[in-house]
């Protein structure tokens, strides 16, 4: 069994209204030093039976296919094994 940590972030260049209004929240926090917010999201995907090669591969054409609009964002996969 593998799992996979997929990080879908907005690509450089691209403006992200919520990490701004985050970036302001926290300022009005009283966290000033913080500078720069970017959001993205976090997707994990369990595969059973298959190996790190195979689920790579499948995370690889989620993301393309639909997790990741490949226009304005960027993906990131990390492979998890598990412990038994």
């Given at each position: 069994?593998?799992?996979?940590?997929?990080?879908?972030?907005?690509?450089?260049?691209?403006?992200?209204?919520?990490g701004?209004?985050?970036?302001?929240?926290l300022?009005?926090?009283?966290?000033?030093?913080?500078k720069?917010?970017r959001?993205?999201?976090?997707i994990s995907?369990t595969?059973?039976?298959?190996?790190?090669?195979?689920?790579?591969?499948?995370?690889?054409?989620?993301?393309?296919?639909?997790?990741?609009?490949?226009?304005?964002?960027d993906?990131?996969?990390e492979?998890?094994q598990?412990?038994?």
């Amino acid at each position: 069994m593998a799992t996979a940590r997929i990080f879908v972030t907005l690509k450089k260049g691209i403006l992200d209204p919520q990490g701004k209004a985050v970036e302001h929240a926290l300022q009005g926090l009283g966290i000033d030093a913080v500078k720069g917010v970017r959001v993205g999201k976090l997707i994990s995907l369990t595969f059973e039976d298959v190996s790190e090669t195979e689920a790579r591969r499948l995370s690889d054409e989620a993301c393309e296919k639909l997790l990741a609009n490949p226009v304005i964002e960027d993906y990131e996969v990390e492979l998890l094994q598990a412990v038994e």
